[in-house]
């Protein structure tokens, strides 16, 4: 199980030279892999291109690319730049989107979701593994009448999902290499995700997905204060039906219910917990919540769980 970082670079600070240098502390820490979240900002793929030719031998990956307002014939050329300039240590991570921010900042009907979903996954593989596609679907239609591919990018690029609800797990199960969930704690996964996309891999004649879990957390003495912080910051998505039953189906109530907050004994016994849920990989998330000195302590202990 490798271990890894999403990056949040915040301040005023140029973002890009404030992410590299975030990058190269995890890569000094001795995490596998930084992660970059994808909303109305920083283009995730670029970034990720950036760090990973700035810090050598560290895994990039973007999680997630909302599949409502792009198209695969974009999204592919953005991956495959990002896969050459790394040398083959980019991940592509998408996700179903939510209707707040896809019929908000969009101006789209936030419509079959997972219907989408199938059809982007199903033109992208054909992209990113020939450079060419030929797909009409219902919803989506994706051509080349020139050749799409990038020379150094000839593997392909792993495709992961943002799933967690059964139909986005069957289809990320049959179409896609693995999954990113979120806010989803150790009883979710080894009770209800897991064993859904694996069986769907299975059926499909695919092989054992990974499973990415993204897991808010810090170490920290000061326990109380952050929880407070956490409540705070992830309140959000307690308004997303998808989060609210994943935090549900995991026994909490609010999101900060399944951050992991505590010393390193207590952080070390979760990222176990969620090694033996059946997680591949776990990359903690919003390390920066308690500031500088409580993340180069998660940071610290992260690299020793990844070594």
């Not at 190269?24 to 970034?47: H, I, K, V, Y």
């Not at 990720?48 to 997630?64: D, H, K, N, Y």
């Not at 996964?189 to 054992?208: D, F, K, N, S, Y």
Request: no cysteine.
């Amino acid at each position: 199980m490798t271990v890894g970082v999403a990056l949040n670079a915040t301040g005023p600070d140029n973002q890009i030279d404030a992410t590299v240098r975030l990058a190269r502390e995890a890569a000094a820490a001795g995490l596998r892999s930084a992660w970059f979240g994808q909303t109305f900002g920083a283009d995730s793929p670029q970034l990720a291109a950036i760090v990973g030719r700035e810090v050598p031998g560290l895994q990039v990956g973007t999680s997630a690319i909302p599949v409502f307002g792009r198209h695969p014939l974009v999204v592919s050329g953005q991956a495959l730049t990002a896969q050459a300039a790394t040398h083959g240590r980019y991940h592509l991570g998408l996700a179903l989107g939510t209707k707040l921010l896809t019929e908000g900042g969009f101006g789209v009907p936030f419509a079959r979701p997972v219907a989408r979903l199938r059809e982007f996954l199903t033109a992208l593989r054909q992209l990113t593994e020939t450079g060419a596609a030929d797909f009409s679907g219902e919803l989506i239609t994706a051509r080349t009448p020139i050749p799409a591919r990038v020379p150094g990018a000839e593997g392909g690029v792993p495709l992961l999902v943002a799933a967690m609800g059964p139909q986005a797990l069957r289809a990320s199960g049959e179409l896609a290499d693995g999954i990113l969930p979120y806010l989803a704690g150790p009883r979710a996964l080894a009770e209800h995700i897991v064993p859904a996309v694996t069986a769907a891999a299975q059926a499909a004649g695919r092989p054992a997905p990974r499973i990415v879990a993204l897991v808010p957390g810090v170490v920290t003495d000061d326990v109380d204060a952050v929880r407070e912080k956490a409540v705070e910051q992830l309140a959000f998505y307690e308004q997303i039906p998808s989060y609210a039953r994943v935090i549900e189906l995991s026994g909490g109530e609010r999101a900060a219910d399944v951050a992991v907050i505590g010393d390193e004994k207590k952080v070390a016994a979760e990222v176990r917990r969620y090694r033996d849920a059946g997680a591949t990989e776990v990359v903690f998330s919003g390390t920066e919540i308690a500031g500088d000195v409580a993340r180069h302590r998660t940071w610290a202990l992260l690299g020793e769980l990844a070594g």
